[in-house]
């Protein structure tokens, strides 16, 4: 974000005509200030970036020098079965954790935008959580669910149910993990609360003029108008579901216990590059997460077309 | 509109700026790394300097002409950051030309702290010596100085570790480092138990079926909650390895270099490790182990659990969370009750490729696994030296580590392979596979076989 924006006003400054000597200083200076980034960028971004296509194709550990083997690591890729079980955890775990999310974020915001007293207060109390580090959340909900002493199975408990082992059962472990993400929730929110707030008070008097419920307005007014920032945070959280990494590791310590049931994508990725010392494996796992992501994203922008709306588009 | 394309132009970019990201996880790790580890060393640099101004004061050379040699580890607290922590000084009391700066590196999965080396061995700055888990260091070896020219030259052989500790140290002849120490495991039982139920504490089980039958009276139901279990044999130190070399199995064929972790004695033990999880359902073993705390939490020191492999190191926590916990020790029962044996595990300190310091790194690395002063303080952790006088000596007065003592001369440790940390993690997650109905034992293990062996065949390419 931050470097989008360095980009932004830097082109902003070089695009008008240089008419004047100031305007030429200012776009030199310019170039001065946006050098350090961009020598940043090249040196930390592009060379690893350009380097891992090229590893991709070799055997390489880290000390010794790459070895190529061509389409070796991506053929082997194919018959791993622990890659197999990264992509299904990761793609499971996608398709239940975005979806929730936009819908709970949608719901939220909603309801954080009606103008009610201490609005401010729950604004807060929901964006908090998103402050407490990956890691200490995943404690915390260790915590919560733990199957004996949780919080959560003794409030179970209270009303009969007999509350499952959570992360220590390879079918409930997901849905933990689910459930746990949505804690981070408070940054969609934000956003979703930005993009209401841009939404023109006039269809509102309108539709009220019309006599249109409070239901209907948000069905064929708030949610339409919304589009763009639905598209927006669900590639985003697309995007970061494909790549979860941070809490599955901290709660399995990479292992992905029960049962591989939380040994997602990008993990397997880690340890080969890390632990196994298969740099150019994991390269290779890096490209076609890159290629997927890619090509999942491109399709949601296809289909953007049908069921996005632009203001005064 | 215009508007409506920017937003969509605004889009793209990011998802572009963040998809690419993604890729560079694996190029950026490197730097990012290093600096954190350029950051601690001055930190710690700064911070061990006036802790031992004994050490400045005992000396006749002022630090500064002294050799400057950097010592990795993992080890920050608790008795083992103490033990590494006395080590250090001591050896730089004890002699006068190498002055030991003792940097604790955090581990990255496992019990290893490799990626950090091998990224400082890449990058032309390693530690002078690293404290490494043995079963791993033949993945790396690349980024090793290999010992045998040095150990030969100073009369270092075999004869004077134990054969679990020097073997674990050697791939294919070549020396990687030399052993530090060991782990092993055994059975801790507890009495009271075995009292309450009418069995002799002072005749613990030596057979599976002893062990079977003992665990079922041990256990106790309430309701369609389990109050506590007899025996859970996953638990703990109870890895495949424990249980695979009990049972007799090997894991490894030296005639042929291959990993056989689909042994039939192997297989034997797995199932009967997860027959276990069918008998008091999967469900409850699993909310009991995942409910499971440490230290004084632990099931086994809080009464909730009588019996539990588990490793020497135990008996100090015992003294320390609940000294009046009556238990006993013994054999990790065998099929036919003879033939005990342990599964070792341990360090071997190791010296990177391209160090500026070579000989007084090697000097360092010799006093802390081949001086009994060095290997004496192993008693700090409560672990095994990985020289067997020096344990007669630290633990010979302890009637606690006698079955230790005992069976550590035919201590077992895992394989010298290409594909040690991969075989460690597939190995450990096995009995969970199969408990949750993902393969038998044997399908399981023949596909972990392959896995390590194709592994294996790749890296030797």
Redesign the interface.
């Known amino acids: 974000m931050l470097e989008l924006l360095v980009k932004n006003k830097t082109t902003k400054w070089i695009k008008p005509k240089l008419q004047s000597g100031i305007e030429s200083r200012r776009a030199k200076y310019g170039y001065i200030f946006a050098s350090l980034w961009i020598t940043g960028l090249l040196l930390f971004y592009a060379y690893p970036l350009i380097s891992s296509i090229y590893y991709s194709f070799t055997s390489y550990n880290v000390v010794s020098p790459a070895r190529w083997i061509g389409l070796e690591n991506y053929i082997e890729l194919f018959s791993d079965p622990v890659f197999w079980i990264g992509i299904e955890n990761t793609l499971y775990y996608a398709l239940l954790s975005v979806p929730i999310s936009v819908i709970l974020g949608i719901f939220l915001a909603i309801l954080l935008n009606m103008p009610i007293r201490g609005q401010g207060i729950f604004r807060t109390i929901f964006f908090i959580p998103t402050l407490v580090p990956v890691v200490a959340t995943a404690i915390i909900w260790q915590w919560l669910l733990n199957p004996q002493f949780g919080l959560v199975n003794y409030l179970l408990a209270t009303i009969g149910i007999n509350g499952p082992p959570w992360l220590g059962d390879p079918v409930w472990s997901k849905p933990s993990l689910i459930l746990m993400a949505q804690w981070g929730i408070g940054n969609s929110i934000i956003i979703y609360l930005a993009g209401l707030q841009d939404i023109s008070k006039d269809y509102d008097d309108a539709a009220r003029v019309d006599g249109a419920s409070g239901l209907r307005k948000v069905w064929s007014i708030t949610l339409p108008l919304l589009t763009p920032v639905i598209f927006f945070n669900m590639v985003m959280g697309i995007i970061n579901a494909l790549q979860v990494f941070t809490l599955p590791y901290a709660l399995t310590y990479g292992t992905g216990n029960p049962a591989n049931s939380l040994l997602f994508y990008s993990m397997y990725l880690y340890n080969n590059a890390f632990l196994y010392m298969n740099m150019g494996y994991a390269s290779a796992m890096a490209w076609i997460l890159f290629i997927v992501i890619m090509v999942i994203t491109l399709i949601l922008f296809r289909s953007s077309d049908r069921w996005v709306y632009y203001h005064g588009d | ?1 215009a ?2 394309k920017k ?2 132009m ?6 572009v ?15 990012v790394s290093k600096n954190d580890m350029a950051q601690e060393d001055k930190s710690t640099v700064k911070s061990e300097k006036p802790d031992d101004p004994s050490d400045t004061s005992s000396s006749h050379k002022p630090e500064e002409e002294k050799t400057k040699i950097v010592f990795w580890h993992n080890w920050s607290t608790g008795p083992s950051g103490e033990s590494m922590k006395k080590s250090v000084e001591e050896f730089n009391k004890s002699q006068d030309e190498i002055l030991v700066e003792p940097l604790f590196v955090a581990t ?3 019990d ?1 702290i ?2 950090k080396l ?2 400082a ?2 990058g032309g700055n390693p530690p002078d010596v690293m404290l490494a888990s043995r079963y791993g260091i033949a ?2 070896m ?2 090793l100085t290999i010992l045998n020219d040095l150990a030969e030259r100073d009369n270092i052989n075999e004869e004077m570790f134990y054969e679990w500790a020097w073997e674990e140290s050697i791939y294919e002849g070549q020396l990687l480092g030399l052993p530090y120490d060991g782990t092993a495991r055994a059975l801790f039982y507890n009495k009271d138990h075995f009292k309450e139920v009418g069995l002799d504490p002072d005749n613990p089980p030596l057979t599976i079926a002893e062990l079977e039958e003992y665990a079922k009276k041990l256990t106790i139901k309430e309701g ?1 909650r389990y109050k506590r279990f007899g025996l859970i044999p996953w638990y703990g130190e109870g890895w495949l390895y424990s249980w695979g070399w009990a049972f007799g199995g090997e894991f490894y064929d030296e005639t042929t270099g291959k990993v056989t972790a689909n042994h039939p004695k192997i297989v034997e033990a797995l199932t009967w490790m997860t027959s276990f999880a069918e008998q008091f359902g999967i ?1 409850d073993i ?6 499971a705390g440490s230290n004084a939490m632990n099931p086994f020191i809080s009464g909730q659990l009588s019996m539990m492999i588990t490793g020497n190191w135990m008996i100090a926590q015992i003294d320390q969370y609940n000294p009046d916990l009556n238990y006993g020790i013994s054999y990790i029962p065998t099929p036919d009750g003879k033939n005990f044996t342990t599964y070792v595990g341990g360090r071997a300190l190791i010296i990177p ?1 391209g160090v500026k310091n070579l000989e007084e790194a090697w000097e360092f690395v010799k006093w802390m696994c081949t001086s009994k002063e060095g290997q004496s303080l192993k008693k700090i952790t409560g672990e095994f030296a990985a020289m067997p006088e020096v344990n007669t000596e630290i633990y010979g007065d302890d009637p606690r580590q006698d079955i230790f003592l005992e069976v550590l001369p035919n201590g077992r440790h895992r394989p010298v392979i290409l ?1 040690g ?2 075989m460690w ?1 597939e190995l ?2 096995a009995p ?2 199969v ?2 109905k ?1 393969g038998t034992a044997k399908e399981v293990l023949d ?1 972990i076989t392959d ?1 390590i062996n194709k ?1 294996i065949e ?2 030797k ?1």
């Open positions: 509109m508007i409506g937003v969509r605004l889009n793209f970019c990011l998802v700026v963040l998809v690419l990201s993604i890729i560079m996880l694996v190029g950026c790790a490197n730097q990255d999965g496992g290893s490799t990626s091998l990224t061995v890449a993945e790396y690349d980024a369609d469900q699993t909310s009991f182990t995942s409910s490729k594909a940390n991969m993690d450990a997650k969970d596979l408990m949750n993902q596909q896995k592994e790749k890296k390419n």
